[in-house]
């Protein structure tokens, strides 16, 4: 079946850097998009971009520019999502999702929790 | 602050139905039928339930159903459940594949 499988919890200093790895499987990796989204625990979702499997563009809000790459290993179906700069309110749940179409989010990986503490 | 906004929560007797609300812009939800749905259990990953505004993915219940008026969408859930208590998103494509979450609204079944 379709799965994306994250990489596991991550507790980094402030000002540290963090990649979070999300492999696909049971699809054809390229013929999707991926989508990452974030969920400060407690509080709602927050759309931090999109990449796409199959050449590479990435498009995010202005707020992560500068700060979030997002790459693919196409050979192994796997997605990166590295943010740098961490702070204190970057402390979330992260998530990749394959995307159908303009905004439709399925399946979602399972999470990856991202702990930021000095 | 959320682009789309949601009440923060709603409740219901189960078996009865009810209606969240998501309220844009017409840069958003009110310029595309590109809205979404999720239903979030606690602790779990979120999981779509409709999109392009009405349509339901495979294996979603038809209880589930969606419409669009203006700037607001509107996701309504008939034949409430326990298992239905949840949080719920919308979401809207913007231009040049931004996409809008609303906040998010918690719904308890009675």
């Known amino acids: 079946q379709v799965q994306l499988v994250q990489s596991g919890a991550e507790v980094k200093k402030p000002g540290a850097s963090v990649r979070i790895s999300c492999k696909a499987s049971?699809?054809?990796?390229?013929?999707?998009?991926i989508t990452w989204v974030r969920q400060v625990p407690g509080q709602g979702l927050e759309w931090m971009g999109w990449?796409?499997?199959?050449?590479?563009?990435?498009a995010s809000p202005q707020k992560f520019q500068g700060r979030v790459t997002m790459t693919t290993d196409s050979p192994r179906s796997i997605t990166y999502m590295e943010l740098r700069g961490l702070r204190s309110d970057d402390a979330a749940i992260y998530y990749c999702?394959?995307?159908?179409?303009?905004?439709?989010?399925?399946?979602w990986g399972q999470g990856t929790r991202v702990t930021v503490s000095s | 602050q959320s682009a789309l906004t949601q009440p923060a929560s709603v409740s219901e007797s189960p078996g009865q139905s009810i209606t969240i609300s998501c309220t844009g812009s017409?840069?958003?939800?009110?310029?595309?039928?590109?809205v979404s749905w999720y239903q979030q259990h606690p602790g779990k990953a979120p999981k779509v339930i409709l999109y392009d505004v009405h349509n339901r993915p495979s294996g979603v219940s038809n209880r589930f159903s969606g419409s669009k008026s203006g700037n607001t969408a509107s996701l309504t859930i008939s034949g409430l459940q326990a298992d239905d208590e949840a949080d719920y998103y919308c979401s809207s494509h913007m231009n040049s594949r931004t996409v809008h979450f609303g906040g998010g609204t918690k719904l308890t079944v009675l």
């Open positions: 017409s840069s958003d939800v009110g310029g595309h039928n590109s």
């Open positions: 999702a394959r995307t159908q179409g303009l905004n439709f989010f399925d399946p």
């Open positions: 990449i796409s499997a199959e050449s590479g563009y990435t």
């Open positions: 049971g699809y054809s990796f390229v013929t999707f998009d």
